[in-house]
Nanobody, 121 residues
Framework: QVQPVESGGGLVQAGSSLRLSCEVS????????IGWFRQAPGKGREAVIC????????TFLHSVEGRFTISRDNIKNIVYLHMNDLRPEDTAVYSC??????????????WGLGTRVNVSP
């Protein structure tokens, strides 16, 4: 059974950094693309960033460009979301998801339950 599990969320002050982890069991991340999504209170889910099977990074959300990056460790089967200069508007539940060969905003096959990030002013 494939199961992504996120960790690393918490309560931080604006300007801080966090690193979220997405550990996936049941398949090799080497053969898949991984995306990070977020859902703020009272809002819909939005695609944030993705790393493809061939290690190309694609940032979907303009507001995180230059602040968020994504990386993968194929040996540990973990994908990281590195978040710098956090802002109160980054407050959300962050989830990771697994899909096939290339990055896209849609058609992800497996989803984690998410980890909550709260950024105070």
């Amino acid at each position: 059974q494939v199961q992504p599990v996120e960790s690393g969320g918490g309560l931080v002050q604006a300007g801080s950094s966090l690193r979220l982890s997405c550990e996936v069991s049941g398949l090799s991340l080497r053969e898949h693309s991984i995306g990070w999504f977020r859902q703020a209170p009272g809002k819909g889910r939005e695609a944030v960033i993705c790393v493809s099977r061939r290690n190309f990074n694609l940032t979907f959300l303009h507001s995180v460009e230059g602040r968020f990056t994504i990386s993968r460790d194929n040996i540990k089967n973990i994908v990281y979301l590195h978040m710098n200069d956090l802002r109160p508007e980054d407050t959300a539940v962050y989830s990771c998801a697994v899909r096939g060969d290339y990055c896209s905003k849609t058609d992800f096959d497996y989803w984690g339950l998410g980890t909550r990030v709260n950024v105070s002013p």
